[in-house]
């Protein structure tokens, strides 16, 4: 049972590149979210998807688009990289809104 | 700003100490949750809390939510090597979509 994964699982990218984090879960949980993680801000929110083909925004989702042409896949891609955008990125999963979450391993993302 | 607050942010215990971490909202919330982080790990699902006032316990962990519904703790009794990670609390505001994430307290246990 793989769970809930992500690829990759780390990338160095330049300024100004796209750049596509994969989210893949074999749970058919309706609900999956994008999350990045910096020191001293926890985990914020980027994006979610109550359900395939329903986005809505997070806490920070400037310089991020999802899509969700599927359930079991939430893809992120930033459109073009900036230095800011350096952090853990996390896809996570749930049943439903308001129910626990689990979370992939992540990605550990470097713009240079 | 920050939703969800969560002190302290930093934590050493001796093992067999307690340890307590506390989430405070400015609002109510409809839920929180508690999740475990270790070191170079993913976040991971401990407990949700629902009702006013409940009080759900897994093994040396008890998590409260408080009367209000707008504060919460995790207590760790006799803490082992293995409880050392980040706790998070996060927040389900009432009629609000998604989850608030504290910014975690980092516990270390020495040995």
């Known amino acids: 049972d793989a769970g809930i994964t992500q690829s990759p699982r780390y990338k160095i990218t330049e300024t100004g590149r796209q750049v596509t984090l994969m989210c893949h879960q074999t749970?058919?949980?309706?609900?999956m979210f994008w999350y990045r993680q910096d020191l001293g801000h926890g985990l914020r929110l980027i994006y979610y998807s109550a359900a395939a083909d329903i986005t809505d925004k997070g806490e920070v989702p400037d310089g991020y688009v999802v899509s969700r042409s599927k359930t079991e896949n939430f893809p992120l891609t930033l459109e073009s990289a900036t230095r800011s955008q350096t952090s853990v990125y996390f896809c996570?999963?749930?049943?439903?809104?308001?129910?626990?979450?689990?979370f992939g391993p992540g990605t550990r993302l470097t713009v240079t | 700003g920050q939703q969800v607050m969560q002190i302290p942010q930093y934590q050493h215990v001796q093992e067999g100490e307690d340890f307590t971490t506390y989430c405070n909202s400015s609002t109510t919330l409809s839920n929180i949750q508690w999740y475990k982080q270790r070191p170079g790990g993913h976040p991971v699902f401990l407990i949700q809390l629902v009702k006013s006032g409940e009080v759900k316990k897994q093994k040396r962990l008890t998590f409260q939510f408080g009367e209000a519904k707008k504060n919460s703790s995790l207590h760790i009794t006799a803490t082992q090597t293995t409880d050392v990670g980040t706790y998070f609390c996060a927040g389900l505001k009432t009629g609000a979509n998604n989850l608030f994430f504290g910014t975690g307290t980092r516990l270390t246990v020495i040995p």
């Open positions: 749970w058919s949980h309706s609900y």
């Open positions: 996570a999963s749930s049943k439903g809104q308001g129910v626990g979450q689990y």
